[in-house]
């Protein structure tokens, strides 16, 4: 009967392992390219606005966390850098600067979608037409799978 609990305690804890490693490592290998250097440089010297990245977020942690460049012109937002790799992350932009998921979930309906990061070594993203860049502060990396906040930088 031991014997009988110690391998089921091994084999769900070795289930178990097996899919938070597949979580994680799931993203990175589905992940598309990220566009070329030269591309992300144009258009982030285009940019009206740059803010830096950092990991010492309230809210960035050992597995959420984005460092690099965020540049913001009224069609893109242009990320140089690198994001901690995790499964379905969008970009938002809101009127006030947030570092912690639990100061974004009461903004993040009033937040405005910008769009999916598929790249974690910079992306390029589309800034979808209505959206006016000059009415927020701040751009959001967030993970809506898991709502966990991965970074965050306030470009005016």
């Known amino acids: ?9 091994t084999h769900l804890g070795a289930i178990a392992l097996g899919f938070a490693l597949g979580i994680y490592f ?5 992940a598309q390219p990220s566009p070329d250097d030269a591309t992300l440089l ?3 010297q285009i940019a009206e606005f740059s803010v830096e990245l950092t990991r010492d977020l309230r809210g960035s942690d050992t597995l959420h966390w984005g460092e690099g460049t965020i540049s913001v ?3 893109k937002i242009v990320h140089q850098g690198e994001l901690a790799p995790g499964p379905d992350y969008k970009v938002y932009l809101t009127r006030d600067f947030v570092e912690h998921e639990d100061e974004f979930e009461p903004i993040k309906a009033d937040a405005v979608q910008i769009g999916d990061v598929k790249s974690f070594d910079g992306f390029l993203i589309d800034v979808p037409a ?26 005016r």
């Open 42 to 44: 144009a258009e982030a």
């Open 1 to 9: 009967m031991k014997r009988l609990i110690v391998l089921a305690v």
């Open 130 to 155: 209505g959206v006016d860049v000059n009415e927020y502060t701040t751009v959001v990396v967030w993970c809506e799978t898991f709502g966990e906040f991965i970074t965050a930088g306030k470009y």
């Open 26 to 30: 799931l993203p990175i290998l589905t």
């Open 73 to 75: 012109t009224p069609e």
